[in-house]
């Protein structure tokens, strides 16, 4: 719950500060991209995940200067329905492209994702090989984020995943 809390805080404060960034007239194609945007965000925000992703898939290609933030928005929405390995894909080609803040944002998707995916197969009774990978990548990416902008966890949600990623990898028995 406090990592969702915490991704919904990023996402907002990602948001204010890009269309604080840009001039009025560089935000897409007016009333019609805002309205679409709005109806993805509330999709998002009220759980409608599958709703969200549909409509974050039609925006992102219109999106313009606000294409990152979209893509941030629409890894979140793939986190949050479940689809790890794809909200992964997404945050990790956005991490890969980005510095700074944005960078540390996606990281933060990214790891979570990761771990989610570890947790998966963890409870499943299938972990392996592949688990310990995830939990190693998710563990980087949340380091990487908390170097990059540690301000991002202000309630110490990515620390606390990562001692929980430690914890997972010492009972698989991998040593971190």
Known sequence: MRIFIFINFLLASTMILGLAACE???????????????TARRALEAGNYDSAIRSYEALIPNSGPLEPRLRLEYAHALLRAGRFDEATQVANSLAAGSSGSARAAALAVSGTAQHESALVDIRGGTAGAS???????????????????????????????RSEIAQDLKRLGAVN
Not at 24 to 38: A, C, H, L, T, V
Not at 133 to 161: F, H, I, K, N
């Open 24 to 38: 009025p007239e560089m935000i897409s194609s007016g009333n019609d991209f805002q309205r679409k945007y709005s």
């Open 131 to 161: 688990t310990v990978t995830l939990l190693r990548a998710a563990d980087a990416a949340l380091s990487e984020m908390l170097v990059l902008d540690a301000g991002m966890d202000p309630l110490g949600t990515m620390a606390s995943r």
